[in-house]
């Protein structure tokens, strides 16, 4: 079953951080990376990265830079620290969320 | 690679009406991603249609970065203020273009223009307010607001040319009586006149363009002064305001313009039409300037020898321009036409008075043209040289 869009359009800034937080990299492959983490029940398409990208950008949470690939031109990103400080609160967040919706619709233990 | 550029025309054609920052960079990432996509499908299919279509179909959708006002333009069905604003510039269009055959044509046009921008727009200022103070209508007072300033930059450039034109021809003919009064020799040649003419036409063009400018501002400043909501102006100002003039990028355009490839064989071509205008009118009444060396022996005889191999010469020199495009052939070609437009020019002019006599016909007409081509060969000249220097000092 792939993972519903919606639900997880909420979370896009915060997932493309964490992946930046492991190192720098550019579209394609962080997008190649969150298909491989969640067997292929994510794949974020090019407007949704892009959009997201501009917004993190705008934002102070990521620079960019050009490099040249094998094939082409490609445009890294990399996390500031604004992003690993805004990424903290996330997680943290998330964690205290997690719990409350786990109260009501229960998690993997509540499953079992 | 070919693959990548039908990526390319793809991800262009997405983006080919939304105006966003750095577009160029946006495809080149965009169309980086869906190829190396592209790439990885090919592995798993072996199948380049189907990869493409299969990377396609994951682009998802970027409507949310659609240009604003292209469906904000379009939120209202037209009224007759629309039909007034294109009639306005229609007209505008006819007047300049009416100049060149009726003056009195040109200045009716120019004034209904005029006036039914200006109802038209009293009209929509109105309506703006209207819409504001009575239905707190934001949207519409901002439609009605860009229906004032969005054709009035077109019209102020099309109403300038006419008038700047009809001022220019009206003071040259002052300028022109004023001095033949006090000389009755002066002024006779048709080159004198247009170059009068041009020059008063530029003054003027600048004059007004500088008042209309400053009236553009005027405008916007007092529809925004009258309004209670400002930002929905400055909307329209952002978008319809008059673009900085970047003299660098006009610089280099005219510079690129002028030292095309086919540019030196084109004066070739001018320098030798005029010559033979010129000879045609004056040597003698309806004869060519190969019949005239066969004429004379004498010195005059070997001058036009001379002169024919120089013009062939520059020809061959404007074909070697046309062909191996190199700076230095150019050069050479302009100076040569330069020079060879001058000595005719003079060899001529001391001739002219032994003609004159013998009762050929001194074309006015052929004097304008000839001097025309000189002085073009000149200017354009001197516009290479300082290109040529200003690009240098770039350089360093």
Known sequence: ??????????????????????????????????????????????????????????????VSYWQDGTNTKRKYYSITTEGKKYLAIYKKIWGENKKIIDKFLGGYENEK | MKMKNKIRKYVEYIFRKKDIENKEEVIEEITANIFDRYLDLFEKYQDEEKAYVEAIKHVGDFSEFENETDDYKHQYKPDWTNLGMVIALVLGVSAVISMFFSSILAIILIILSITLYVSASNYLYHNAIYEF?????????????????????RLFVLWNLGISYLIAGLLTSIIQTIVTVNDPDAFT???????????????????????????????????????????????????YNFKPINLQKIFESIYKGLNNRFMPLIIAIIVNIAIETLSFERISFQSTYLSE???????????F????????????AGVMSLIFNKNVLKFITIIFGAALSIFVYISFDNKMSYYAVHGYKIGVATDGFFVFVAVTCFIYLVLLIGFKIISLFKKQ
């Open chain 2, 189 to 239: 040649s048709i080159g004198q006149v247009i170059s009068v003419y041009l020059l008063v036409f530029i003054i003027i063009f600048i004059i007004l363009y500088a008042v209309l400018k400053k009236l553009y501002f005027h405008i916007v400043d007092r529809i925004n002064d009258s309004l209670s909501s400002k930002i929905n102006v400055n909307v329209a100002v952002k978008n």
């Open chain 2, 305 to 316: 020898t001379v002169v024919l191999g120089l013009r062939i010469t520059l020809v061959l």
């Open chain 2, 133 to 153: 103070n009575n239905n707190k209508d934001v949207i519409k007072q901002d439609d009605a607001l860009y229906k004032i300033i969005a054709p009035l930059k």
């Open chain 1, 1 to 62: 079953m792939k993972v519903e869009g919606d639900f997880l359009r909420g979370y896009t800034d915060a997932i493309i951080l964490s992946v930046l937080d492991e190192a720098d990299n550019y579209g394609y492959q962080i997008n190649s990376h969150i298909t491989t983490i969640t067997d292929e029940k994510l794949r974020l398409t090019e407007a949704t990265l892009y959009t997201s990208f501009k917004r993190l950008e705008s934002d102070g949470f990521i």
């Open chain 2, 293 to 303: 060396i066969i004429y004379f022996s004498d010195l005059t005889g070997t001058i």
